[in-house]
């Protein structure tokens, strides 16, 4: 019955969460400019290309990340997050990855990967996890977004006060899956201001329009997203911090190298 009552509480709280997301995502795009933390995001409806929705191209820098419960291939996005891409390429070229943990896998919205401690735990005075947020208009948190959260983040007395600050991401991942649009979350999105093409976008593809502009996005998910949603609906125990998989789950190596058609359809 506990578990059930957990369930049903994160299932609500995703919800009021995702309603939140929404308003800020239409005021975003209402207002056009939004001050984000010290990183001005201009958002031009006008302009919107949503990259994520189309086919990785002949050439186009991917990851391939082999986990315990299969691969998963993303295209990666230098062009618009330049830092954090050149930060997790580095990484994953070291070897750093290798035999890293799964450490929390969320009601089956999201996953989050790149941990040497199974805790999710890492090194707060390292240089790969001072990697300022890149936020861009053509980057969202769709269904297989591959993200960077935040590790960090620095305030001024004033900032505590009114808002803003600089953050951090740095090596940790995590891979999204999916809210639940229901016709009543459908409805309310198509009524609201929002980019009816960003919205339908949502709609048809799904994930957490709650993380929009608040996290890096470094890549799309175009193969093994059976794994991505897997991973998200992990059997797992609270521990106060994050819901950590009862069994070790690991990312067992990632490898860069460029997209084929040729290799894909082989």
């Known amino acids: 019955m506990k578990k059930s009552g957990n369930k049903s509480f994160m299932k609500t709280l995703i919800i009021v969460m995702v309603g939140m997301g929404l308003l800020t995502l239409g005021l975003m ?23 994520q929705l189309e086919e990785p191209k002949e050439n186009d820098p991917i990851a391939i990340v082999e986990t315990t419960l299969g691969e998963i291939r993303f295209v990666l996005y230098p062009d618009y997050s330049p830092n954090a891409v050149r930060n997790f390429t580095e990484l994953a070229e070291s070897g750093y990855y290798d035999n890293t943990y799964f450490y929390n896998s969320e009601s089956g919205v999201y996953s989050s990967a790149g941990s040497k401690k199974k805790d ?22 769709f269904k297989g977004a591959v993200c960077c959260p935040i ?19 740095g090596s940790r991942i995590d891979f999204l899956n999916t809210i639940e649009f229901t016709d009543e979350l459908k409805e309310q999105m198509r009524a609201s201001d929002t980019s009816e093409e960003l919205v339908e976008a949502f709609i048809e593809k799904g994930g957490v329009p709650n993380f929009s502009q608040q996290m ?23 521990d106060g911090n994050y819901k950590v998989p009862k069994d070790d789950i690991m990312i067992i190596s990632v490898k860069i190298g460029t997209y084929s058609q040729e290799n894909k359809d082989s």
């Open 29 to 51: 795009l209402m207002e056009n400019v939004r001050d984000n933390n010290n990183t001005y995001v201009t958002i031009d409806v006008n302009t919107l290309d949503l990259v």
């Open 120 to 141: 999710g735990s890492f090194n707060h005075g390292d240089a790969h996890e001072r990697i300022e947020r890149e936020l861009n208009q053509n980057l969202w948190s």
């Open 151 to 169: 590790t960090d983040y620095e305030r001024t007395f004033t900032e505590k006060l009114i808002g803003g600050g600089t953050y951090y991401c």
């Open 216 to 238: 890096t996005v470094i890549g799309q998910v175009y193969e093994g997203m059976d794994v991505v949603e897997k991973l998200a609906s992990l059997d797992s125990e609270n």
